[in-house]
């Protein structure tokens, strides 16, 4: 849930001496909408935080689900371009922003 990630990143900044770096999951047709990444961006720069990781979403564990028994209900969820990560990383950046791509830098 949205609160309950949005608590957890505020007592984690709450600690004095510390470097907290949001990592943002980059999921199709969620995280990839403009408005959606112009809110986080607007929310984390509120928070004084000056660098985000942005982690593009993969298909490289779902084969564990079927390991344990459960249903894997985005095996049909598509996966960012290079591209389309180049241009949300652009996006942060345009905010006053750093924003390293997990797997990609």
Do not use: C
């Not at 990143?9 to 999921?27: D, K, Q, S, W």
């Amino acid at each position: 849930e949205i609160t309950t990630v949005k608590e957890n990143l505020e007592a984690a900044l709450a600690y004095l001496g510390i470097t907290v770096i949001p990592r943002i999951p980059m999921i199709h047709d969620y995280k990839n909408k403009k408005e959606n990444l112009l809110a986080i961006a607007d929310y984390v720069r509120s928070l004084d935080v000056e660098e985000v990781h942005l982690l593009p979403f993969h298909q490289y564990g779902s084969s564990k689900y079927g390991y344990l028994g459960w249903e894997y209900t985005m095996k049909d969820t598509p996966t960012l371009t290079d591209e389309e990560l180049l241009e949300i990383r652009d996006l942060f950046e345009s905010e006053g922003l750093i924003a390293n791509i997990s797997g990609l830098e």
